[in-house]
Each structure stands twice: as C-alpha cells, then as structure tokens.
C-alpha cells in the first residue's frame, strides 16, 4: 500500500443571485457572501449572528434533556454540604471539563473533589474501581464529565453503593441511557437542544449555568459574589477546539469568547502553560490545537492527568510553572514516542502484503503505548486516506485507537462489528475500543467488509473542497482582513480554500529540507506562497495552477498578504474565474 499522493479538487459550487442578494442585505464583499453560502449560511439573520457572535445568543440549558434534574441533585448538594465527586476523562476535553466543574463548585463553597482515571490503570470513562474510590472518600454524588453514557453497570454499582450519579457527556450513546438520577447529554435521540456537537466541556459549562441559575433561584447568592461563568470561557475554548467538534453555533460562541480569554490569560495555569508553549500574546485556534492542548493532553496519554487539572485549577505561580514545565516534558517525550510508533506501523503498512486492495488499516503491537496511538492513526490516516484503527496489545488484550476519513462513519462501523469487540465508544471520525487478541483477525477482516461496502475507490482519493477561484485582482491584504472576519476557523468552519490558476513560479526554495517556499508572479503582480511540507509534493512546472489559502504576513510591523498553499498542479489553461473584487 502506497501513501495518497494525488487530490480531488472540488469547486463549491453557488448561485450567482444568492450570492448577490446575500452580499446586499449583509453589506459585505460578494467573496464573503459566497464563504458563508459554502458554510450552509443562507439568510441575513444567520450570517448576521455568524459575523458577529453574541453570549446573548446562547440557547437555554434546561432545553437539555434532564438538565432540571441535574441542576436540581447538585443545588441540593450545595445547599447540603454533600460530598461531591466531578470525574472526567483524561484528554484535554475531559480534563477542562473537571477544572470547569470543580471550578465553579469550589467558587460556591461545595465539598468536592475529582478523580480522573489513569489511562494505563483504570482505562476510559467511569470504571467500577473510579466508582469504589470516590466512595471510599465519601462522594454522595458524582457528576460525570465528558464520560459515562455507556456506563451501565457503573451506574447501578452507584445505585448499589447509594451514591446519585449525574452523567454529562456528548459521545454517541448506545441503545438507551445508564440508570442515573440524570443523564445529560445533547446527542440524546429524545434531548431536543438544538446544538448535538457540543465538546464535553461545553456540556460541562451549561450544567453549571443551569446550576447557579437554580441557586440564584433560592437567592443563595444574597450577600455573596455570584460567579461570572465568562471567566470559565477559556476552558470551554480549549477542550472545545482539542476536541475536534465543528465551530459552528454554540460552539462558534464559546471559542470566539473564550480564545479573547486566552489571549489576556487572566488564569495563572494558562499563563504558565503558553510560556512554556512559546506564545506571547494573542491566541487563535491552531495555537489551541497545536501548542496547548498537546500539552494538556501528554500527561493523561502517558500518565496522570490529574497534573493537568491541577495547571488549571491553581493559584500558586510557582505551582503553575512547575506544572506547566512537567507537562512540555511529558509533550516532548509523547512527540518521541509518537514518532517511534509511526516508523513501526508505516513499516508494518510497507512490508503487509495483506494490506493490498484493502479500504481500511488495522495494525496492532505489543510494543506500543495506548496513550498516543491515537495521533499515530490520525497521521497515518493523512497519509493513506482510509479508516484507520491502532491497537496496544498487552497480555492477551488490546486497546485500541481510530480514526476515519468522509464517507466513513467510525463508531457506527465498529458497533457493525460489535460481536468481535469487548468495548467500544467514540464519534463519526474518532473511537476507542478493546478487544480480546483472540478476536483480532476476525474483527479485521470484519472491518475492512464494512469499509469496502461503504467506501468507493473516489472515497479513497483525499478531496480539497475550493471555495472560490480568484484572480490576481482579487487577491489583497484588504481580502485577506475580510476573509478573517469569518474567525475562529476549525472543524465545522474550515479555514477558506482558493484557487488561483496560471501563476509563473519566479522563485522557489526549500526550507529545512520539508517546507516550499515560492514567488508567483501573476497579473502584474508577485505574491509570496508557502507550503509547509510540501517539498517534493508540489511539480516543477514553470506554470501552476495552486491551491491555497489566504494570511496576513507580519514582518518587522509591516503586514503583507502571503498564499498558504495547500497543492498545486502544472497549469493546462489560462482561463481565468470570476472577479469578487
């Protein structure tokens, strides 16, 4: 099996008169009125709340199903003292989603306390030895955090024990819920919210929105300073963008929020953890994504990632730097260790002659490390665009990691495949299982059935969905500040995609043997174009039509607009598209 090379382009197609009318009744250029069609935004009043998200535009939490109960449970905990226990996960979601929860229960004056499971120990989600724990420590009621929705047995060990047990999660549930005294969870097929791809954390957020609106309701805030829940907002912004759910909606609202959250830093955790991830000042979603949250994420991966809810929840400079220092350790040492695992399975891809005219990639070894075969599946996932699944054997059993590609529904391809599995949960394009080693040929092979009858040989083929085709004229530093306007970018919200056709390459470098650096010269003008891992990917025509998107170059305080390419191909035609100017 041989890496992807080739790319379907595909121009989003529009209508010219939507266009146009969209343009007018929102007062913004047409390419920006095109950028929104492409998104499913419509009508004035949707791109309206687009361009400009509002707090006040969030939805009611009690629309969720049993948020009354859930705010009802933990009021009554407040009020008495109860012995609270917030448990979450171990990822950057779940671990932001306790920091949120204890957060605001410690701002309240509750008796709380968290336990996050250790990966390699207790594994995901509410274990039976979590539960036993936080009884032995006195919990009369635990709240979930981005876990629990297939904890059935889990949760009549709570009942068993008398322990209420509120879950709030948002992976996909199985046939119906756990028996809890509530089950919070907007993916629910009877919760009738009208956002289901909120993170964990956002999730977390609403629950304590319904709750100080219950205490407020008991004017338990007489005489006492109520919580501001926008000082949470950075937490939401990082598990929402760790996560992966599309930024679209309520999710736009709390990342636009919260990312102005972290860009002023006003928690001392989050001051430690962007000094040691090398950020200044302003932070947008791919530092989120790419610096902060692989911090938060190492120490659940390889260890404990109780250290990483600690970085968020304290006060103590000093404690925050140590912390956030223990955590780009542990970064490092997971990007070493990631790197090790991927030679091995690319290794395992070139000499698995098994693996030919196969639609999905399964692998699996005794020496890898659970804790990062996720991001090794992402990765081999760029290269090879199929459904791919990583699995850690140890003694007899394995724990694996997947992830997917368009087209391919992952979690509903592993419960086709549920009689081979012990457990299994996740998304669309993310899941974890395990599996008895025994089972693991026959669950293969099951696997790539599901793959080959779902996914077509064009399936296979990665696809660049370009919004637009510019021409020279259109393409400023003026464009380049509007197209921003449609910020945070990220799943659900891709960054915009261009293609500008016939561009004379009157330079070209290689920088650190990987990135591609070009000067175009088209129209009458030159650009600067930079591929970023693009070395011997982008062919050597003196002609190319190219793939790109649109960025604001600052340089010694001058601002410049710079192509961000994404692929390139020698041109065959000089026709050019329409102008937006």
Not at 446 to 455: I, K, T
Not at 478 to 491: D, H, I, R, T
């Amino acid at each position: 099996m041989e890496p992807v090379r080739e790319r379907r382009w595909t121009i989003t197609p529009h209508t010219e008169e939507r266009i146009a009318e969209l343009a007018r009744e929102c007062s913004v250029p047409p390419l920006i009125a095109v950028l929104l069609v492409n998104r499913g935004i419509e009508t004035a009043e949707h791109a309206r709340r687009f361009l400009s998200p509002a707090l006040g535009n969030l939805h009611d939490p009690f629309l969720m199903k049993d948020m009354g109960r859930a705010a009802d449970r933990l009021r009554d905990a407040v009020l008495n003292q109860e012995r609270i226990c917030v448990y979450g996960d171990y990822d950057a979601d779940g671990v932001t989603s306790i920091a949120l929860v204890m957060g605001f229960l410690r701002e309240v004056g509750a008796d709380c306390f968290y336990h996050v499971p250790k990966r390699l120990e207790e594994g995901y989600g509410l274990s039976r030895n979590g539960v036993l724990t936080a009884a032995g420590k006195g919990a009369r009621l635990i709240v979930t955090a981005d876990c629990g929705i297939t904890a059935f047995a889990e949760a009549d060990l709570c009942r068993d024990l008398g322990i209420d047990l509120i879950i709030t999660d948002h992976h996909t549930p199985s046939e119906g819920v756990p028996s809890a005294c509530a089950v919070v969870n907007p993916m629910r097929a009877d919760c009738l919210f009208p956002c289901t791809s909120l993170a964990g954390v956002g999730v977390a957020f609403y629950l304590v929105a319904a709750l100080r609106g219950r205490l407020r309701d008991c004017e338990f805030f007489s005489g006492r300073r109520e919580p501001d829940l926008r000082d949470y907002l950075d937490l939401v912004a990082l598990g929402t963008i760790a996560d992966i759910v599309p930024l679209v909606d309520e999710n736009r609202i709390f990342v636009s929020f919260g990312l102005t959250r972290l860009s002023s830093a006003s928690r001392i955790g989050i001051q430690a953890l962007k000094k040691v991830a090398g950020i200044a000042d302003c932070v947008d979603s791919v530092a989120v994504g790419f610096r902060l949250a692989p911090r938060l994420n190492a120490a659940g991966r390889l260890d404990d990632a109780s250290v990483a809810v600690e970085l968020l929840l304290t006060d103590d400079r000093e404690r925050a730097d140590a912390l956030a220092e223990y955590l780009n350790a542990g970064n490092e040492e997971r990007q070493a260790l990631e790197q090790e695992i991927l030679n091995d399975a690319l290794q395992m891809v070139a000499s698995g002659s098994n693996l030919r005219g196969r639609r999905s990639i399964v692998l699996a070894s005794e020496s890898w490390h659970s804790g990062v075969i996720g991001i090794v599946a992402s990765r081999i996932v760029e290269l090879f665009h199929r459904p791919t699944i990583l699995i850690a054997l140890q003694d007899g059993n394995g724990k694996g990691s997947g992830r997917s590609i368009p087209g391919f529904h992952l979690h509903d391809a592993l419960r086709a495949c549920s009689e081979h599995l012990i457990r299994f949960g996740g998304h669309k394009y993310a899941a974890g299982l395990t599996i008895d080693q025994d089972t693991l040929e026959e669950f293969t092979r099951r696997f790539d059935d599901v793959a080959a009858g779902l996914l077509s040989e064009e399936d296979l083929l990665p696809e660049i969905r370009i919004d637009a085709e510019l021409t020279s004229d259109d393409i400023s530093l003026a464009m380049a500040e509007q197209v921003a306007l449609l910020e945070p970018f990220g799943s659900g919200n891709p960054r915009p995609v261009f293609l500008l056709r016939c561009a004379k390459v009157v330079e070209r470098s290689v920088l650190k043997d990987r990135h591609l650096r070009l000067r175009l010269a088209v129209g009458g003008m030159c650009l600067d174009a930079m591929g970023f891992s693009l070395a011997g990917r982008i062919p050597d025509g003196e002609y190319l039509d190219v793939v790109f998107s649109l960025e604001v170059n600052v340089w010694n305080g001058r601002k410049s607009v710079r192509l961000r390419l994404k692929d390139a191909r020698n041109s065959e035609t000089s026709v050019y598209g329409g102008n937006f100017s």
